[in-house]
């Protein structure tokens, strides 16, 4: 059974930084391309990056690009998000899932993180 935790959100000022760690069992990490999505209340979830299983591709977000940084590690089953200038709108529940962006591996979702940035 794929099971995904996401972990490392908190309350941060704006401008400040935060990483964020998925942790991926019940399936084989390193075969799989991870993204991470982030949800606001009341909306659909919204991609925010993606990378290839062994990093050679990664994609993001307008919103995102230039501020978060996607990576993972194999040998841990782990996927990274590590998040710069944080603004009040990046606000929101964040969670990583299987694909590159794409919904074809989706199974299920995790719990997530919460991110809160405070002006």
């Known amino acids: 059974q794929v099971k995904l935790v996401e972990s490392g959100g908190g309350l941060v000022q704006s401008g400040g930084s935060l990483e964020l760690s998925c942790s991926g069992s019940g399936f084989t990490f390193s075969f799989y391309p991870m993204a991470w999505y982030r949800q606001f209340p009341g909306k659909e979830r919204e991609f925010l990056a993606a990378i290839s299983i062994n990093g050679d591709r990664i994609k993001y977000a307008d919103s995102v690009k230039g501020r978060f940084v996607i990576s993972r590690r194999n040998d841990l089953d782990t996927l990274y998000l590590e998040m710069n200038h944080l603004k009040p709108d990046d606000t929101a529940v964040y969670y990583c899932?299987?694909?590159?962006?794409?919904?074809?591996?989706?199974?299920?979702w995790g719990r997530g993180t919460q991110v809160t940035v405070s002006s």
């Open positions: 899932n299987r694909g590159f962006g794409t919904s074809e591996f989706i199974e299920s």
